[in-house]
């Protein structure tokens, strides 16, 4: 029994499984529908179109692409950009978040697990053409992002953050410190890999330091599509500073007194300049 954010009705869709984990034993081809008999739940008004299917042994599985929360539409085409529409996720970004996501949890970083990836035989008919839809599947340890902290207790906060010493060398006295230290790791891992994740901010990261989200991640195995006109490199120091305002989120959210130095010099013994 799922007691948890808020419940939304789903239906079951028929699918090809593209990628399916061996020790996955059950798929979840859930789309919410609001006349389904299916029901699926969503913790934030920040997880636009992931929804939690199911919670065992300490883990939350979570569906990734199952449509639209805020609207009567499921998904919703803007006609921006052609093979996209809000509440989807595409066969090409669902295969790069799930193979990319399974290479960065082998060099230690902590992430989701992968599941599955899912092409739903239904195409979404958009404005300008039918998209084949998929659903990525996955399990988490913890359901709630950083940037959901607007929508959850703090008491659920302390309940993640008492874990993080855990994941962390040395025993500051600080939690932003052991999430610097975490984080600054993480960076250290990918950049040295020539790895790009691309997307670095607090709705990709868990309150268990879990770092999500790699569609849009460039790896060697996983390359972009024209990398010759994509200075990958040049973002390095972008995702420095973006997890710097993580690091100072968390500090304000648990009204601890930020030491920047003290950052500065975690990021330094992972050969990370500000």
């Given at each position: 029994?799922?007691?948890?954010?808020?419940?939304?009705?789903?239906?079951?869709?028929?699918?090809?499984?593209?990628?399916?984990?061996?020790?996955?034993?059950?798929?979840?081809?859930?789309?919410?529908?609001?006349?389904?008999?299916?029901?699926?739940?969503?913790?934030?008004?920040?997880?636009?179109?992931?929804?939690?299917?199911?919670?065992?042994?300490?883990?939350?599985?979570?569906?990734?692409?199952?449509?639209?929360?805020?609207?009567?539409?499921?998904?919703?085409?803007?006609?921006?950009?052609?093979?996209?529409?809000?509440?989807?996720?595409?066969?090409?970004?669902?295969?790069?978040?799930?193979?990319?996501?399974?290479?960065?949890?082998?060099?230690?970083?902590?992430?989701?697990?992968?599941?599955?990836?899912?092409?739903?035989?239904?195409?979404?008919?958009?404005?300008?053409?039918?998209?084949?839809?998929?659903?990525?599947?996955?399990?988490?340890?913890?359901?709630?992002?950083?940037?959901?902290?607007?929508?959850?207790?703090?008491?659920?906060?302390?309940?993640?953050?008492?874990?993080?010493?855990?994941?962390?060398?040395?025993?500051?006295?600080?939690?932003?410190?052991?999430?610097?230290?975490?984080?600054?790791?993480?960076?250290?891992?990918?950049?040295?890999?020539?790895?790009?994740?691309?997307?670095?901010?607090?709705?990709?990261?868990?309150?268990?330091?879990?770092?999500?989200?790699?569609?849009?991640?460039?790896?060697?195995?996983?390359?972009?599509?024209?990398?010759?006109?994509?200075?990958?490199?040049?973002?390095?120091?972008?995702?420095?500073?973006?997890?710097?305002?993580?690091?100072?989120?968390?500090?304000?959210?648990?009204?601890?007194?930020?030491?920047?130095?003290m950052v500065e010099k975690i990021a330094r013994n992972y050969r990370i300049s500000l």
């Amino acid at each position: 029994m799922i007691n948890i954010g808020k419940a939304f009705y789903a239906s079951e869709q028929s699918y090809t499984a593209m990628y399916v984990d061996q020790t996955i034993n059950k798929l979840y081809p859930l789309v919410r529908d609001s006349e389904g008999d299916k029901l699926v739940y969503c913790v934030s008004p920040q997880h636009g179109r992931s929804y939690i299917v199911d919670n065992q042994d300490e883990r939350y599985r979570v569906l990734k692409g199952s449509g639209l929360t805020y609207t009567t539409n499921t998904f919703f085409d803007t006609g921006e950009y052609l093979g996209h529409a809000w509440g989807v996720l595409n066969q090409k970004d669902a295969i790069r978040d799930f193979q990319v996501g399974n290479e960065i949890n082998k060099l230690g970083i902590k992430t989701n697990l992968m599941e599955a990836v899912m092409l739903l035989d239904k195409p979404f008919s958009s404005s300008k053409q039918e998209l084949k839809c998929c659903l990525l599947q996955y399990s988490i340890e913890c359901p709630y992002r950083i940037s959901d902290y607007p929508f959850i207790s703090i008491d659920k906060i302390k309940t993640e953050i008492q874990k993080w010493k855990s994941l962390s060398v040395t025993m500051y006295p600080q939690y932003h410190l052991i999430a610097a230290e975490v984080m600054f790791r993480n960076l250290s891992i990918m950049h040295s890999h020539e790895i790009l994740h691309n997307a670095i901010h607090s709705q990709n990261y868990t309150w268990a330091l879990e770092l999500l989200d790699f569609e849009m991640a460039r790896t060697p195995l996983y390359p972009y599509e024209d990398e010759n006109k994509y200075e990958f490199k040049l973002l390095y120091n972008r995702e420095v500073i973006y997890t710097w305002e993580i690091i100072n989120t968390i500090a304000w959210i648990l009204n601890e007194s930020i030491d920047y130095s003290m950052v500065e010099k975690i990021a330094r013994n992972y050969r990370i300049s500000l």
